[in-house]
Every structure is written in C-alpha cells, then in structure tokens.
C-alpha cells in the first residue's frame, strides 16, 4: 500500500523531470507500464539528463519501449494522413480529436511519445454515411458498433464519429501539403479530455484516475498555455464545474500545473482529490470507497437509463456487475 503511494509520486515526479532520491525504479516503471506512460517516462528522463539514475537493464527496456511506440506512431500518423486524404477527396475536412492531434503534427524526425490507442475522427453527421464508405473503400471494416474502422495492413483502429453542435466554434482550419483539417482548440481539447473521463465515463465519481490524460493536460498547459476559466464557463452544469475542479487540483498536486486557486480551495474539491488519490494509492483499505464511488456512479446512469432496463435488462446488469467489479478500468489507477 506505501509502495503504490510512493510509485505515484515518484512517477509523476519523474515526468515533471524532477526524479526523487531513492526513487524505486521497478515500481514507478510498472505503474508507468499500466498507466500507458512508459514512453513518456524515458522522454522525460533522457530530456532531463537523468537516464543514468536508471540502471543499464531498465535503461534498455525503456528505451526499447520508446522506440517501438515511436515506429508505431509513425505509422499512425501515415495512416491518419491516407485517411485524411481519402476523405478530403470527397470534400470532407475532418475534425481530429485527441492523440490523432498531435500524430498529424508530427514529422519523422520529431514524433510523439504519446501511447495512442486508437485515432479518433468526426465529421459532419450529415456526411457520416460518405466518410465511412470513403474509408471502407481504403479497406476498413466497421465493427459492431458501426463506430471503429479497421484495416488489415494498419496498426489502429480508426474510431469514426459525428461532431457535436457547436465544436466547429472552438476549431480551426489546419493545412498540410495537399490535405485539410479541422483541429480543436487547446481549450476544446482539455474540455474533451475532462468530460470523457470525469463526467462520460465516471472518473470523478468513482473516484479514478487516467494518468496518461492527466499527463496530457499538463502538457497542452505547459506548451499551448490554457485558459481555465474559459474551460470552466463551458461545463454543462454545477456537477461537471465540480469534477472540472477535482482535476484541477490532481492537476497542480500531481504535475504542478499552474491553476486558479479559487477553483481547487473548496472542502467539496479538496475532499474529492483526496478519495481519488487515497484509492489510487492505497487500493486496498481505499477499496470500499472505490465500491461506494462505483453505487454513486451505477446509480446515477441507471436513473439516466429510461427504457432501456425494458428493452434489454440482462445487458444493463451484465454492465452493472462490469461496474461494480471496476472491470472497465483498463490503464487508470
């Protein structure tokens, strides 16, 4: 339990390139491994000059791990491009949403540490139907869901969706040779972060965290700079300006990050930083908290849920008891 408490810190630390005396290096590079910061870990560390604090076996695997991670996001970002390019040859100017941002930045000769999973693309709803025949004449093939695109010879799935009202507002044109874009704004892209993992899927609740998104905040936020009050005047209601400040305050405790003290002063935001933390770093006597925050959160979607307890009963328990076991919890700590 101190040793989960101690490797966060200590990764955390590391990232910000101040690696702690006494540092256990097998500890914060397993928590690195699930938190999908492995890559990051040995960008920070070879940045910072402190490689050598590592000894030569660790040294070696990460930067084996960096160095697969960063073939594998070359071939990422070829493959948004020929996407790209497919679809803009029909008209369509895509918006790019998370970690397919920063792969469509990037050149051979300086490309992300960021592990990305899958690359996240919106169009048009109008103009869905079009999209996802360009890409099936590519060669992708949807899934179930009609949502993720895969392709045989391609290492990601392409995730495909239509783009909310409004979010062309906080984007701007973006032009690269002979291909076009919609990228969002800083702002836009620290709100999407915050949503999906606080409000979509429950984190503040449930008293989770993504490290790996964190992370990214706190570096849009190093690099681009981010107005927070514009961020937090855009939150849908009192509930998700709460979850907004919680991780804020993970934010500045975490990774230092300069934020509005009167946004992570209250008991409310300080109390709610300290379950996340407390379950994070201690899982086992925080595994009661951890079960009370997943009722909160089971709770709360099964009041949202109207018919669909008629419609299909057995896949909203089977979803439930997912819930209940943390079985969705995948690289958050």
Not at 5 to 19: F, K, V
Not at 48 to 56: D, M, P, R, W, Y
Request: charged letters at 25%; proline letters at 4%.
């Amino acid at each position: 339990m101190i040793g989960a408490s101690r490797s966060l810190r200590e990764l955390t630390s590391a990232l910000c390139g101040r690696a702690l005396p006494g540092t256990d290096w097998k500890s914060t590079v397993e928590l690195a491994n699930h938190a999908l910061l492995t890559p990051a870990l040995f960008e920070a560390l070879a940045g910072f000059g402190q490689l050598a604090l590592l000894g030569v076996e660790m040294r070696e695997y990460l930067a084996f791990i960096h160095e697969c991670n960063r073939q594998r996001n070359l071939r990422l970002s070829e493959q948004l491009r020929v996407a790209v390019a497919e679809l803009n040859r029909h008209g369509i100017v895509p918006l790019l949403l998370k970690g397919a941002v920063p792969l469509f930045h990037a050149r051979s000769d300086d490309v992300p540490s960021r592990m990305t999973s899958d690359l996240d693309v919106a169009v048009d709803p109008v103009k869905l139907p079009v999209a996802r025949a360009c890409l099936k004449r590519l060669g992708y093939i949807c899934s179930a869901d009609g949502r993720e695109m895969v392709h045989a010879q391609h290492v990601g799935v392409l995730e495909l969706r239509a783009y909310q009202t409004g979010s062309l507002n906080r984007s701007e044109c973006v032009r690269q040779s002979a291909i076009q874009v919609r990228v969002p704004s800083t702002e836009a892209r620290a709100m999407h972060w915050i949503l999906h993992d606080l409000v979509k899927e429950g984190d503040y609740w449930r008293g989770r965290i993504d490290l790996r998104h964190l992370h990214d905040l706190a570096q849009l936020a190093q690099t681009n700079g981010l107005e927070w009050r514009i961020i937090r005047d855009g939150m849908p209601d009192q509930s998700a300006r709460n979850a907004f400040d919680t991780q804020l305050r993970a934010l500045h405790h975490l990774f230092g990050t300069a934020v509005p003290e009167e946004f992570i002063r209250r008991p409310l935001i300080r109390l709610h930083h300290w379950r996340r933390v407390f379950t994070s770093s201690h899982p086992l006597i925080g595994a009661p908290l951890r079960l009370a925050g997943n009722l909160a959160w089971g709770a709360r979607k099964l009041s949202r849920s109207g018919d669909r307890i008629l419609r299909d009963p057995f896949d909203l328990l089977h979803r439930g008891i997912r819930l209940m076991m943390d079985r969705d919890h995948r690289s958050k700590v």
